[in-house]
C-alpha cells in the first residue's frame, strides 16, 4: 500500500539554524512522483517541489534542498539558514496513480517553529 | 503553475443548513478534480474524486449523501455539504487535474474553512 511517513512531528529551530525534514515513503509502483508542499497559517498549500521517481539528482532552489534516496525510499528536505517567515507546516506526498486520476497520498506533516 | 480558485475562502452557517464550495480552474481544463479535508492539526484526506461528467468516486467512509459532488464542467466541481452539523466543521481543499499537467500535478485552491454552528 502507498504509505508516506514523516516522523517528526513538530521542530522549533533558532533562526538561522539548518534543519531537515523527513520522509519516507511506501510504494509498490515503480513510477511515481513525489512532493513537498508548505501550508502557512492561511491554511493555502503551496507548492514546493516535484520529484520523478527516475530522477534521484538532489536539487537546490535558494535556501531550499531536498534529498532523494531511492534505496532508502526517503525524500528528506533541508531548509538553509531558517527564517521566521519559514514557520509552517510541511507535508510530504506521494502520487498514487489511479484509472481516473493520480491522487496524492500525504504524511502526517511537520509542523516547523523558526524562532527569532 | 496553473491556478485553480475556490470559493469561498471562509464560511459560517446554521446547523442543519446545505453549504456548497465552488473549485474553478482558471486556465486549464480539469479533467479530474479531487476533494480533500482537513481537520485543525491534521494532514489532507481525500474525500472524493470527481471526473467530468461522471459520479465522483468517494473515499471509504464518506458519506456520498452528506458530500455531494458534482464537476458538471471541465473548469467547475463543487462539493456540497448537506444539513451540516459541528461534526462537519473543517478545512475543505480542492485540487484540480488535467491538460498538461495530467500526469504530473495537481493544483489546489485555496482551501475553504467551514464552521457549523
Known amino acids: 500500500a502507498q504509505k508516506v511517513t514523516q516522523a517528526q512531528t513538530e521542530i522549533s529551530v533558532v533562526e538561522k539554524e539548518d534543519v531537515t525534514l523527513d520522509c519516507v515513503y511506501e510504494?509498490?509502483?515503480?513510477?511515481?512522483?513525489l512532493f513537498w508542499y508548505k501550508q502557512p497559517p492561511s491554511g493555502e498549500l503551496v507548492f514546493l517541489i516535484r520529484?520523478?521517481?527516475?530522477?534521484?539528482q538532489n536539487e537546490i532552489s535558494g535556501r531550499y534542498s531536498w534529498n532523494f534516496q531511492k534505496s532508502t525510499s526517503s525524500f528528506n528536505f533541508t531548509i538553509t539558514a531558517s527564517q521566521v517567515v519559514d514557520s509552517a507546516v510541511y507535508f510530504c506526498?506521494?502520487?498514487?496513480?489511479?484509472?481516473?486520476?493520480?491522487?496524492?497520498?500525504f504524511g502526517a506533516g511537520t509542523i516547523l517553529r523558526v524562532k527569532s | 503553475g496553473a491556478v485553480v480558485s475556490q470559493h469561498p475562502s471562509r464560511v459560517i452557517c446554521k446547523s442543519g443548513t446545505s453549504v456548497k464550495i465552488e473549485c474553478r480552474s482558471l486556465d486549464f481544463q480539469a479533467t479530474t478534480m479531487f476533494w480533500y479535508r482537513q481537520f485543525p492539526k491534521k494532514s489532507l484526506m481525500l474525500m472524493a474524486t470527481s471526473n467530468e461528467g461522471s459520479k465522483a468516486t468517494y473515499e471509504q467512509g464518506v458519506e456520498k449523501d452528506k458530500f455531494l459532488i458534482n464537476h458538471a464542467s471541465l473548469t467547475l466541481s463543487t462539493l456540497t455539504v448537506t444539513s451540516a452539523h459541528p461534526e462537519d466543521s473543517s478545512f475543505y481543499i480542492c485540487?484540480?487535474?488535467?491538460?498538461?499537467?495530467?500526469?504530473?500535478?495537481?493544483?489546489f485552491g485555496q482551501g475553504t474553512r467551514l464552521t457549523v454552528v
Open positions: 520529484r520523478n521517481s527516475f530522477d534521484e
Open positions: 506526498a506521494l502520487t498514487l496513480f489511479m484509472e481516473y486520476g493520480n491522487k496524492l497520498v
Open positions: 485540487s484540480a487535474q488535467g491538460g498538461a499537467h495530467l500526469n504530473t500535478e495537481a493544483f
Open positions: 510504494t509498490r509502483d515503480t513510477t511515481y512522483y
